[in-house]
């Protein structure tokens, strides 16, 4: 099972909206609801800020939100902080001999 | 407060075997589903295995299928990872997480460090 694919970076200034692509196929993205997205600062251990596509864990800005389209999952930051500086990674269920598979991670940076 | 604490880790020989625990506190651990996941270091996250709430059914990873085998004890609330025959790319921070909400990780505890090497 091949990891989802990601752009390795992206990067904004305070304010902007930033776009992480999660590229997968038809056997994990493009067949389920079931991508999930989680953040990573530094010397941290993950954090979930997104489930099942587009759902936000109690607590997490409504300034990240996710979509699909076909074989492609997507979470966008909107308003960018300089807290939101961190290595992000998408995990989709999938069917095979495993049962989930994390995306490559993209690091995020502040401007 | 949901709180995971992982332990057991630690420097292991090629070959030899660990076994890692995480306790859960303040959780309904036994309805849920649990998950090792595991980072080399500079690297991306890598899904290890889960087990269900009742220990029924079991998944892991091609890389560590034969190796390592996934259980829990609910009356203690504990999670292990029983790792044997270890290679050095099995190197890094493992972390437990609980499956609280639907097909993802929602809460995880702090990792704790395996290191495989002569």
């Known amino acids: 099972q091949s990891a989802l694919t990601q752009p390795p970076s992206v990067s904004g200034s305070p304010g902007q909206s930033v776009t992480i692509s999660c590229t997968g196929t038809?056997?994990?993205?493009?067949?389920?609801?079931?991508v999930s997205w989680y953040q990573q600062p530094p010397g941290t251990a993950p954090k979930l800020i997104i489930y099942?596509?587009?759902n936000r864990p109690s607590g997490v800005p409504d300034r990240f939100s996710g979509s699909k389209s076909g074989i492609t999952a997507s979470l966008t930051i909107s308003g960018l902080q300089a807290e939101d500086e961190a290595d992000y990674y998408c995990?989709?269920?999938?069917?095979?001999?495993?049962?989930?598979?994390f995306g490559t991670g993209t690091k995020v940076t502040v401007l | 407060e949901v709180r995971l604490v992982e332990s057991g880790g630690g420097l292991v020989q090629p070959g030899g075997s660990l076994r890692l625990s995480c306790v859960v506190s303040?959780?309904?651990?036994?309805?849920?589903?649990m998950t090792w996941v595991r980072q080399a270091a500079g690297k991306g996250l890598e899904w290890v295995a889960n087990i269900k709430g009742d220990g029924s059914e079991k998944y892991s990873a091609d890389s560590v299928k034969g190796r390592f085998t996934i259980s829990r004890d609910n009356a203690k609330n504990s999670l292990y990872l029983q790792m044997n025959s270890l290679r050095v790319e099995d190197t890094g921070v493992y972390y437990c997480a609980t499956n609280g909400l639907p097909w993802a990780f929602d809460i995880w505890g702090q990792g704790t460090m395996v290191t495989v090497s002569s």
């Open positions: 099942e596509v587009s």
């Open positions: 303040d959780f309904t651990f036994s309805s849920h589903w």
């Open positions: 038809s056997s994990d993205v493009g067949s389920y609801n079931r």
């Open positions: 995990k989709s269920f999938t069917t095979g001999s495993t049962s989930y598979v």
